[in-house]
Every structure is written in structure tokens, then in C-alpha cells.
């Protein structure tokens, strides 16, 4: 996310930049795209088949861009036909293929020019790179293989990446960080902490969710259903699929159609696995003639949604085919959607407290006017109105907002929620809609006050985003040291000797007795090792038990993030964990 402080055109002039010294270089190479990204830019070559990169071709080519830099005084560009455009890339099967889309969908071809280098491009750089980029506030990263347009069916190219910043400073921070963030990397992480796997029997991008993870889950679903509970939700379960009929009433088919598994052919007709929850939560809204007096309705499910995401893009937890949603859908009328929104904030609120989340930052898209009709539904009023109500709800709650106008969803205002994990780096959690056209698509009415039908508004929100995605962050976020109510495992007796082991078991089964997640390791290994092992697995406490201990009717208690916390009874220990367990510390 970097439309603030916007990074985009510096870090995709560099991509230029990089294509340009890449040629120079290795002059048989084929350029393809370029784009910015997060935290730089990448371009994807097709290099002659006897070169093979190493990290010290990276460096010349970063040099040579260097050296490149000092002469790119000015973009200048030109737009041209489809022949000439042809003429000039006429090598190069990748730049004709994208001419093809261009002229397809009747968009204007246009070349950029810097330096020696031209390329097929939209537009957005610098206006004067040698005098607003700083040559040591980029670099070349790594190189990577990335299919291209992403699909398998495709050949493997060369991807470049570059980190670039405003400053030398800012990109030192950003490799700080990175560092860090391998060592919390939720793939490496999950895989060593027992949390989830991938399996090719399954298929690339579904979790497979190990004992662990389970637990992780359920505690969070325990938290989610509590709160929902307390906030008047109502639960619902739902099918994994549905007809295509459905789908075409939600305007999911054919709008979200490249996003869905392709359909499976039953009883004569078209099945979908489910890609959103709501059409099936609003069939539930549809179920009985609502009353206002039924209004708001809040169905709550963690639904299991499939989407398909290329081959090429899934990673980890981060981007997968199946994901478990912490889903709803409030009805309300106009009046309750203050309320209603509100509710929802102070909910996100109370959870970014429970998870230490310091830093967050909503993003309000609002509509822009003059595209109603084509990009956002025919309804000014309701705009307005909606827009005001959710900007006031969000000056009042104090919460940190920027407002993005023309971004909206088809049919309402959109709020992205974004959150930094621990060490900094941003995440995209959750996104909360205001939808007032779909209502309308699916029929969805409630009798008011005066025997009148109406349309209901709809929000959609999911505070805990998805399982995969939230998970994948908190792993980062606590780094694997999961807080006592989220550790798989809370507690680990360990004796010291086997004449400890009876005393051991009495405060395993108490701890048990209360539903404390505890293990007891009564094995041969030495202490140390045992140690070692719980704490390898971050285990957030050990009681160790030897004749110091047993001496004085009493047992060491040891925190993982504190140390050694000394010698408590029993009674004290399990105590102690509960109050720790309730509270969510
Ligand atoms: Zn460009
Ligand atoms: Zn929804």
C-alpha cells in the first residue's frame, strides 16, 4: 500500500530502468512487464537460453542502471498505431501479444521513452528520474522463476527484483525488517510449530490444518462466536456449493466468474463451490416475510469459501484456494446503520486490544459522482447518505482513517482494514461493505412500520478476516510465541528425575481438569534436552519438579517470555494459568 505516499511511479521508472541495462547487457533478451510492488518493482525477462544469472550479474546490471540513471532526464512519450507498434517490438512475442489486448479492448497504444529505452507502457513515472532518484536508494534483490501471465500453461521467465525507497534510510529499514520477518516467516513457522501443511494429494493452496493449528482455531472461533453472541449475531450453517442460478441473481456469474472453481456438472445442471457466503446468508434473510420489527438481523458463520487463485500466486497462508471466513451479515434499515456500523468498529477494536495490534488505519472508498450509473449503482442519495453516516461513525470512534474517493465497490462503500503485525510490516485483514443493490437483487425485504415493503441495507463484515490469512499473520505477529490462550500446548510438566514423575502426573491431571492444554514429558531424555524441546515448540510455561520441590510441597513455575517465575503450589499454578486463559493476556 503505498497510494499515500505514492511509491508507484519511482519504483515502476526503475523497472524501466532495470529492462534498460538488462538489454544493454544481454541484447537477445526479451522484455515482457514491469511493474511497481510493495516494497519495489520486478520485471520479467525471457533471457537467451545459455545465460544463467548469478548474484554477480545482478550487481552489474544494478551498476549498470546506475550509470543509466544519470541520463534519464525525461520520459517522453508518443502514441502510435498497431502496426507501428507491432513494427517496433516485432521481436519480441510478448510486447505483440500484449498490442493484441491493448487494440482488443480499444485502448490507445502508447510507447515511454527514457535514455536509449522504449516501452510499451500506460504511463506513471517520474517525470525527471536522474534528479528525483537517488542511486542508492534502490538495489536488485534476488531473482526468482514467475510463468508468464502467471499460468503454469505458460513459459517460465526471469523475474528481477528490485527494493527501492525514497531514501537510503528507508530502504535500510525495510531490509531490517525483512530480516526479522524471515525469521517469523508463518510458512517456516507453521511447518516447525505443527500449525499447517500443503500436501499435492490435496492440491497447491489448501491447508491442511495439523492438531496445533486446530487449536489455534478453535480458540479463535471460541472468541469470535463470544462476541458475536454478546453483539446479538445469530449463527447460521451453510452449503460449501450451490446452483449456478444463484450465482447468477448475486451477479457473482459471470462478473466474479474468473474467481470461482469451474462448476461441476450434476442432476443436469450447474453446481459452484461457494466463493462468498452472503448469497446463501441471503437466502436465510429470505427464508420468512421480515418485519422491521426483525431488523437489525445478524447471521454469523465461519463459512468456508473457494476461490480459484493462479497457480503461481498462492502463498503459504497468505493467498490459498480455500478459505474459512469470520463472516456476516447485518439487515438493517437506514436508521440502525450508524448504530450497526459502529458496532462493527468497536468490535475490531476490542480484538486489535486482545491481539496487541498497535498500528491500524482504515481505508474509506467512497463513490466518485460522475461514474454513477457505470461503476457504482444509480443511487445518489444513498450514497450520500451512507458515506456521511460511516465518515461520522469513524470521526467519533477516533479511528484512523484516509478516504479514497472513486474507489467503492459496485454497490457501496468499501473500508479495507489494515494493520501492521509486530515488527512493522503491513497486513490487509478484513473488508467491511455497505451494499444497498444486492438487497435489491435477491428480493430482500422487511414490512415497516406502516405496512410498507422495503429494502433492507447490508453490511458484510468479517473483523478476523480468515482463518488462513489471520492465522498466517499472528504467526508473525507473536512470532510463534503465541499468548497462553492461543498456545496449542499451554503447559509442560517436566521432572526433573522418575522420582518425581507421581508428583509430575498429580499436577497434570489438575491442570487437565481444568481444561489447560498440557503435555507431561515423562520420556528418558535428559532435562536439558526436554527444555530445550518445549522450548523450541514456544511453549508459554513449564513446571519442573524435582526434590527442591517436593521437599516444600510446591512446584517451579517457568514463563517462556519472562523466565524463571519461582516456587508456587500447585493450587497457585493452575490458578494463575486460568486467570491468564480467561482474561486473553
Ligand atoms: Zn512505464
Ligand atoms: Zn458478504
Known amino acids: 500500500m503505498n497510494k499515500e505516499n505514492n511509491l508507484d511511479p519511482l519504483r515502476h521508472t526503475l523497472a524501466h530502468l532495470l529492462a534498460s541495462a538488462v538489454l544493454e547487457l544481454y541484447p537477445n533478451t526479451k522484455n515482457t512487464i514491469g511493474p511497481a510492488i510493495d516494497n519495489g518493482f520486478y520485471y520479467d ?62 485502448e490507445k497504444i502508447t510507447l515511454y521513452t527514457c535514455g536509449d529505452f522504449t516501452d510499451l507502457c500506460r504511463g506513471g513515472h517520474i517525470d525527471n528520474p536522474s534528479k528525483d532518484i537517488h542511486g542508492d536508494s534502490f538495489k536488485l534483490s534476488h531473482i526468482a522463476g514467475a510463468y508468464w501471465r502467471g499460468s503454469e500453461k505458460n513459459k517460465m521467465l526471469t523475474r528481477i527484483y528490485g527494493l527501492a525507497f525514497e531514501t537510503k534510510e528507508r530502504l535500510d529499514e525495510y531490509e531490517k525488517q525483512k530480516i526479522e520477518a524471515e525469521k517469523r516467516d508463518h510458512r517456516k513457522l507453521g511447518k516447525e510449530l505443527g500449525i499447517f501443511t500443503f500436501d499435492d494429494d490435496v492440491g497447491p493452496g489448501l491447508p491442511l490444518w495439523l492438531p496445533n493449528g486446530a487449536e489455534i482455531i478453535e ?35 459471470p462478473y466474479y466468474k474468473e474467481s470461482m472453481f469451474p462448476p461441476m456438472e450434476y442432476e443436469g445442471g450447474k453446481y459452484y463451490l461457494k466463493a462468498m457466503n452472503c448469497p446463501h446468508h441471503h437466502k436465510i434473510f429470505s427464508f420468512s416475510q421480515r418485519s422491521y420489527k426483525d431488523l437489525p438481523l445478524r447471521l454469523a458463520e465461519y463459512g ?75 443511487e445518489p ?72 415493503e422495503q429494502t433492507p441495507l447490508c453490511i458484510h463484515r468479517a473483523p478476523l478476516g480468515t482463518h488462513e490469512r489471520f492465522i498466517g499473520f499472528l504467526i508473525e505477529h507473536y512470532g510463534g510465541n ?104
Open 304 to 378: 468456508t469459501c473457494y476461490r480459484h487463485e493462479k497457480s503461481g500466486e498462492l502463498f503459504g497462508l497468505m493467498r490459498v484456494r480455500m478459505l474459512e471466513m469470520n463472516d456476516a451479515h447485518i439487515y438493517c434499515t437506514e436508521e440502525q446503520f450508524a448504530d450497526e456500523f459502529r458496532a462493527v468498529n468497536e468490535m475490531y477494536l476490542k480484538y486489535f486490544k486482545i491481539f496487541g495490534i498497535e498500528k491500524y488505519i482504515m481505508r474509506f472508498s467512497t463513490h466518485d459522482p460522475k461514474h454513477l450509473g457505470d461503476k457504482f449503482v444509480n
Open 381 to 452: 442519495e444513498l450514497w450520500k447518505k451512507t458515506e456521511d453516516m460511516v465518515r461520522n461513525v469513524l470521526i467519533e470512534s477516533n479511528i484512523p482513517y484516509i478516504e479514497i474517493a472513486n474507489e467503492a465497490a459496485f454497490y457501496g462503500p468499501k473500508i479495507d482494514v489494515q494493520v501492521w503485525s509486530a515488527i512493522g510490516r503491513e497486513f490487509t485483514l478484513a473488508t467491511n461493505q455497505v451494499d444497498f443493490a444486492v438487497p435489491k437483487r435477491f428480493n430482500l425485504t422487511y414490512i415497516d412500520n406502516e405496512g410498507k
Open 219 to 253: 480458540e479463535l472461533e471460541i472468541l469470535a462466536k463470544e462476541t458475536e453472541k454478546d453483539q446479538g449475531y445469530k449463527r447460521v450453517r451453510t452449503p460449501h456449493i450451490a446452483k449456478e442460478s444463484m450465482y447468477l441473481k448475486s451477479g457473482h456469474l
Open 45 to 106: 525477462f525471457e533471457f537467451p537460453t545459455d545465460v544463467k544469472l548469478s548474484d554477480k550479474d545482478l550487481h552489474d546490471i544494478e551498476k549498470k542502471m546506475k550509470k543509466n540513471l544519470n541520463s534519464w532526464k525525461e520520459f517522453t512519450h508518443k502514441e502510435v498505431s498497431e502496426k507501428e507498434a507491432k513494427a517496433h517490438f516485432k521481436d519480441n512475442p510478448y510486447k505483440l501479444e500484449l498490442i493484441e489486448e491493448i487494440v482488443g479492448k480499444g
Open 482 to 585: 503465541f499468548p497462553l490462550w492461543l498456545s496449542p500446548v499451554q503447559v509442560k510438566v517436566i521432572p526433573i528425575a522418575e522420582a518425581h514423575h507421581a508428583k509430575a502426573n498429580e499436577i497434570y491431571e489438575k491442570l487437565k481438569e481444568r481444561r489447560i492444554r498440557v503435555e507431561i514429558d515423562l520420556s528418558k531424555e535428559g532435562f536439558g534436552k526436554k527444555i530445550r524441546e518445549a522450548k523450541v515448540m514456544r511453549i508459554p510455561y513449564f513446571i519442573i519438579i524435582g526434590d527442591k520441590d517436593i521437599e516444600i510441597s510446591k512446584v517451579t513455575l517457568e514463563s517462556r517470555d519472562h523466565g524463571q517465575i519461582g516456587q508456587l503450589s500447585e493450587d497457585e499454578v493452575v490458578e494463575r494459568m486460568v486467570k491468564e486463559i480467561v482474561e486473553r493476556r
